[in-house]
């Protein structure tokens, strides 16, 4: 499968962006997720999302301004942030759960699918 991530840009401090991550496969089945990482850190989770889209995780630090949604149909999800920080400047990457119907978290090992990241710059 290939995920292709967009959207990415440079925004002011408390503007918003909407990233959308396209896949060449149908991902019915599949818990997605957006996951980012700022320069000279780790990458770290943001948000994850059920395959029904029933259930939703977030870090806390994104928790409240941002969105992850999702449109089976046209094997997209989707990341709405709201009200973009500083330290919001990182590649943002979307991910695909590796084990088809089964549970998924936080971490990267739930993931086994991933885009090639589309930054996003948040400046003063």
């Known amino acids: 499968v290939q995920l292709q991530a967009s959207g990415g840009g440079l925004v002011q401090v408390g503007e918003s962006l909407r990233l959308s991550c396209g896949s060449s496969e149908r991902f019915n089945g599949y818990a997605m997720a957006w996951f980012r990482q700022a320069p000279g850190k780790e990458r770290e989770f943001v948000s994850s999302?059920?395959?029904?889209?029933?259930?939703?995780w977030y870090s806390d630090s994104v928790k409240g301004r941002f969105t992850m949604s999702r449109d089976n149909a046209k094997t997209t999800v989707y990341l709405q942030m709201n009200n973009l920080k500083l330290e919001d400047t990182a590649v943002y990457f979307c991910?695909?759960?590796?084990?088809?119907?089964?549970?998924?978290?936080?971490?990267?090992?739930?993931?086994?699918?991933w885009g090639q990241g589309t930054q996003v710059t948040v400046s003063s």
């Open positions: 999302l059920s395959w029904k889209g029933d259930s939703k």
């Open positions: 991910a695909r759960q590796r084990n088809r119907y089964g549970s998924f978290g936080s971490t990267e090992a739930d993931f086994g699918s």
